[in-house]
């Protein structure tokens, strides 16, 4: 018998403006889900159920007056690394349990707007800085609901996690690495990253803004929905920008012509090959997107990742000492993890000409993509190098070797952070055992509309089927 978190976000929205379902009857069917499978999850870090109802009742009583918002009554869950104001918020740090902010991330503030109900705080890694999400803040890690002894990677994997089982029916995301995308590859979901600007990091604290705040969803058509919300930057904001289309609708529609596609599997990185189905996995989007006319043609990656292995290591580093050091007060760094401790000491090793050679090496390493890439609409490759993997993988060789590990798992999605392209995550299929793998498709700069209609059109031709895992039949 059908549920209703087998509806589509689009699905519960009509249903919602139509008089068919209230935004209680969705949000308590969501809050038990949470209840029931979240012990076996590790999706969420906070769950408020009576600041969710309040606001699914508010949202109903503007329903009745015929007061539509584009999220009104649709429950969501923000990635514990962005501020919520009244909402905990711990950035995935047992340092920072408890805190409780004052005042919404810009994007939050967004999104609450809109009339989405928040139901709670989804698990991330401390301070974003790994693409898996251990035990830290919550007492299971975040897992794929296909296979719970693996990771649903990092940094959104707990929000990955939660749609995927059916806990949220689309989820707020962020990516400074892949970490949109790596969790929709181990989730069997769609995950977008747009253009640098199109989404507001401001106020911004670097000129190398990689990260982007983006959507996780079951379908193209929600991802987008989510996205349009998202897509209003304010006047500060150093790279924002807003589009000519709208994107929500570029979600429903298909590109108004053939595109020049490059394709490549080699991982860039010496002694790193593929897995068969990741490989298997670009292929067969290869074959559809002939079959659909596009121009697709196998490539050489723009630039090695090797050559730029190093740098990436240090900005995680520099990352984690800059929020190691001004959100954590010295008393509580001890209660760091291992990860974050071993990047913070790394990072305060660095002078101020290191930081500066860092930037230069990853801004060539952009330039190459971007000249490399110059003659083709949208470029595809995996999404990742091989599946999901096993609980402690990352930390099998030692924390000195976490870096490595995961962008030997990773190294598909970094790139396109530096380059500030739009890239999105597609499932393709399961193999024998189960286990997800997907592609990634990237775009040209501010052309996220152009990519959103292409992955609706690979969606709408065929390219996976929303094959659900068992949680969700619980």
């Not at 699905?11 to 949470?34: N, P």
């Not at 990635?79 to 810009?106: E, Q």
């Amino acid at each position: 018998m059908s549920q209703l978190h087998d509806l589509s976000a689009a699905e519960q929205l009509r249903a919602l403006r139509g008089g068919e379902l209230t935004s209680r009857e969705l949000t308590e069917h969501y809050l038990d889900r949470i209840t029931k499978l979240d012990a076996e999850l590790g999706a969420f870090v906070t769950v408020d159920p009576e600041l969710a109802l309040r606001n699914a009742d508010r949202t109903d009583e503007r329903l009745t007056r015929g007061e539509h918002t584009p999220l009104g009554g649709i429950p969501i869950g923000i990635k514990d690394l962005h501020a919520t104001a009244g909402l905990a918020t711990s950035f995935g740090s047992a340092a920072l349990a408890g805190h409780v902010p004052t005042d919404d991330d810009w994007t939050v503030g967004l999104i609450r707007r809109a009339g989405a109900v928040v139901v709670g705080k989804t698990n991330a890694p401390e301070f974003g800085v790994a693409c898996y999400v251990d035990a830290v803040v919550t007492p299971v890690p975040a897992v794929t609901p296909y296979d719970t002894g693996r990771y649903s990677s990092g940094s959104s994997g707990g929000a990955a996690t939660a749609v995927a089982a059916g806990l949220l029916p689309i989820a707020h995301a962020s990516d400074g690495a892949g970490s949109t995308r790596t969790p929709a590859a181990a989730c069997h979901l769609v995950g977008i990253k747009p253009s640098r600007g199109l989404v507001s990091l401001a106020p911004a604290s670097s000129f190398l803004a990689t990260g982007a705040e983006g959507p996780l969803a079951r379908t193209v058509e929600d991802a987008a929905l989510l996205l349009e919300v998202m897509a209003q930057p304010p006047a500060q904001d150093l790279y924002g920008w807003t589009p000519d289309t709208s994107l929500a609708e570029a979600g429903r529609t298909r590109p108004d012509r053939p595109l020049k596609i490059g394709w490549w599997t080699d991982t860039g990185l010496a002694g790193v090959d593929p897995h068969p189905e990741s490989v298997r996995a670009v292929r067969r989007t290869v074959d559809l997107l002939r079959g659909l006319g596009h121009e697709v043609r196998e490539i050489a990656p723009p630039a090695r990742q090797e050559t730029a292995a190093g740098a990436i290591s240090d900005m995680l580093a520099v990352s984690a000492t800059m929020r190691a050091t001004m959100q954590v007060p010295a008393d509580k760094r001890d209660l760091l993890t291992a990860h974050t401790r071993n990047l913070a000491a790394v990072g305060a090793k660095m002078t101020g000409p290191d930081v500066l050679l860092m930037h230069a090496a990853l801004a060539r390493f952009a330039s190459d993509f971007l000249a490399g890439l110059d003659d083709f609409d949208v470029a595809l490759t995996p999404t990742t190098s091989g599946p999901p993997v096993p609980l402690g993988h990352f930390e099998a060789d030692g924390i000195e070797r976490v870096n490595e590990r995961m962008l030997a798992w990773s190294c598909y999605t970094p790139w396109a952070n530096l380059t500030g392209q739009p890239a999105v995550s597609l499932p393709s299929h399961l193999d024998d055992d189960g286990l997800p793998y997907s592609v990634q498709l990237v775009g040209r700069i501010r052309q996220d509309a152009t990519l959103v209609s292409l992955a609706a059109q690979l969606e709408h031709e065929g390219l996976w089927d929303a094959v659900h895992p068992p949680h969700w039949f619980r």
